[in-house]
Each structure stands twice: as C-alpha cells, then as structure tokens.
Nanobody, 124 residues
C-alpha cells in the first residue's frame, strides 16, 4: 500500500525552527519528485517546495525562499523540510506529495500520492 506520512509539526514561536519529515512506505521515493504543500485556514493549498529525483535540484515558493530547505534521504525513504525563521503566516497544515512537474516556483502538477498532513502553528 502506497503511503506518505508527515511528522514534525507543532507549536513554535516566531523566529523559531521546525523540521518536517515525509516518510514513504509501499514504494521507493527515489523514483519520485516530492513536494511540500501547505493550507492555511480559509486559504487554498499552495506549493512550498519541491525536490527532484535525479540531480536533487530544488524549488521554493518566493514566500519561503531563504528560510526553508528541502532535502531527501533515499536510504531512509524520507524527505525533509527544514523551516527556519518561522513567521505567523507560515501557520498551516503541511502536506507532502509526489510531484510530476514543476511549472514555476511553487507551482506543481501531477500529485498522485498525498500524505494526511501535519499542523504547524507559529504563535507567541
């Protein structure tokens, strides 16, 4: 059974950091580009970051560039999102998904598999 499971969310103060994990089971992450998405209350889901399969190239939405870092550990079948200098506007449920195409920064298509999400709350 194909499954993606996110973890690492929580409550953090502005300026703080969190590291999210996206663990895959039932398939090998090596063959998929993986994206992180988020959905804030009352807003549409948006692409945050993506990492490719082959050369490990990365993409970031403008809103997180310079603060977030995506990485992958194929041996652990896991993709990470390191989030630094968090802001209240980063509060959202964060999801990971397989991605088929990166059209523009933060604009991803072809998401076949999704996790159920992990909540990140940035508040003092």
């Amino acid at each position: 059974q194909v499954q993606l499971v996110e973890s690492g969310g929580g409550l953090v103060q502005p300026g703080g950091s969190l590291r999210l994990s996206c663990a895959a089971s039932g398939f090998t992450l090596d063959y998929y580009a993986i994206g992180w998405f988020r959905q804030a209350p009352g807003k549409e889901r948006e692409g945050v970051s993506c990492i490719s399969t082959s050369d490990g190239s990365t993409d970031y939405a403008d809103s997180v560039k310079g603060r977030f870092t995506i990485s992958r550990d194929n041996a652990r079948n896991t993709v990470y999102l390191q989030m630094n200098n968090l802001k209240p506007e980063d509060t959202a449920v964060y999801y990971c998904a397989t991605v088929d195409k990166v059209a523009a920064p933060g604009l991803y298509y072809g998401m076949d598999y999704w996790g159920k999400g992990t909540l990140v709350t940035v508040s003092s």
